[in-house]
């Protein structure tokens, strides 16, 4: 996927998001986040988003206040805002283009990495929205896939990267709709990816979504095909989580 295609999928899926919340209700649950309602998502998703478009339009270098420092507005005007954060964003990154500075928490310090993070955020947070409001759809199979791939480029910079360690057991993963398979392997010091076709401790198949999904917890083991050893697929969801 190109930027274009990212800037592209976070107007589809914000939108996909808004619809689904406000049809959900503030109230609803969030099965795939147990300790947030809507509110509480929408909330998530609109702080991450303005905080975004101001870091990108700005060029920010040294943004000045974590998303979370904002006030999210009150219930009867939530949905309202939400809905003009996710078009500013994808305006700014377009205006943009990919290679822009921009802060981010990665070595990549580029516009271009805001797009991909906020399309493949703003989609798996769409699913959660549309679950709350029981209209769950299967996220769209190329930013699924994408998805799976910035996810393990993303582990080594998160806070609690030093954990997902272990003594070199490998896991396996394969979409089964379209191409993408990656091989993990956990060893004492370090967290590898490899993207091939190997054999691991564990193997599961799946379409992207279901493979994004359970990866950031959203999905049960038994919607994938396993092979091997799956208490492997278990501590991952234990050592990996969101």
Same mark, same amino acid.
């Given at each position: 996927?190109n930027?274009?295609?990212? #800037?592209? @999928? *976070?107007?589809? %899926? +914000?939108?996909?998001?808004?619809? &689904?919340a406000?049809?959900?209700?503030?109230?609803? /649950?969030?099965?795939?986040c147990p300790d947030?309602?809507?509110?509480?998502?929408?909330?998530?998703?609109?702080?991450?988003?303005?905080? #975004?478009? @101001? *870091?990108?339009a %700005? +060029?920010?270098?040294?943004?000045n &206040?974590?998303w979370?420092a904002e006030d999210p507005? /009150?219930?009867?005007e939530?949905f309202?805002?939400?809905?003009?954060g996710y078009?500013?964003?994808?305006?700014?990154?377009?205006a943009?283009?990919?290679?822009?500075?921009?802060?981010?928490w990665?070595?990549?310090?580029t516009?271009?990495?805001w797009?991909?993070?906020?399309?493949?955020?703003?989609?798996?947070?769409?699913y959660d929205a549309?679950?709350?409001?029981g209209t769950?759809?299967?996220?769209?199979r190329?930013?699924?896939?994408?998805?799976?791939?910035?996810?393990?480029?993303?582990?080594?910079?998160?806070?609690?990267?030093d954990r997902?360690?272990?003594?070199?057991?490998t896991?396996?993963?394969?979409?089964?709709d379209?191409?993408?398979e990656?091989l993990?392997?956990?060893?004492p010091?370090a967290?590898?990816?490899?993207?091939?076709?190997?054999?691991?401790?564990?193997?599961?198949r799946?379409?992207?979504?279901?493979?994004?999904?359970?990866?950031?917890?959203r999905?049960?083991?038994?919607?994938?095909?396993v092979?091997?050893?799956?208490s492997?697929?278990?501590r991952?969801?234990e050592l990996v989580?969101?």
């Amino acid at each position: 996927m190109n930027h274009d295609d990212f #800037v592209a @999928a *976070i107007r589809r %899926d +914000g939108a996909a998001l808004d619809v &689904a919340a406000r049809a959900a209700g503030v109230d609803a /649950p969030v099965p795939s986040c147990p300790d947030w309602k809507v509110r509480d998502l929408v909330a998530h998703v609109g702080r991450i988003h303005h905080w #975004v478009s @101001a *870091i990108v339009a %700005d +060029g920010s270098m040294n943004p000045n &206040a974590h998303w979370s420092a904002e006030d999210p507005p /009150p219930d009867d005007e939530l949905f309202d805002w939400y809905a003009g954060g996710y078009p500013q964003l994808a305006d700014a990154l377009a205006a943009a283009g990919p290679d822009a500075p921009a802060w981010t928490w990665t070595p990549d310090q580029t516009a271009g990495f805001w797009a991909r993070r906020q399309a493949n955020e703003t989609s798996v947070h769409a699913y959660d929205a549309q679950l709350a409001a029981g209209t769950a759809q299967p996220v769209e199979r190329e930013i699924a896939a994408d998805g799976i791939d910035e996810l393990f480029a993303m582990v080594p910079f998160l806070r609690w990267a030093d954990r997902v360690r272990g003594e070199g057991e490998t896991l396996h993963f394969h979409c089964t709709d379209c191409e993408g398979e990656w091989l993990v392997r956990l060893d004492p010091d370090a967290f590898v990816v490899t993207r091939e076709h190997a054999k691991g401790d564990v193997a599961a198949r799946g379409t992207a979504s279901n493979l994004l999904l359970f990866l950031y917890g959203r999905a049960p083991v038994d919607q994938l095909e396993v092979f091997g050893d799956a208490s492997l697929l278990a501590r991952w969801r234990e050592l990996v989580t969101w």
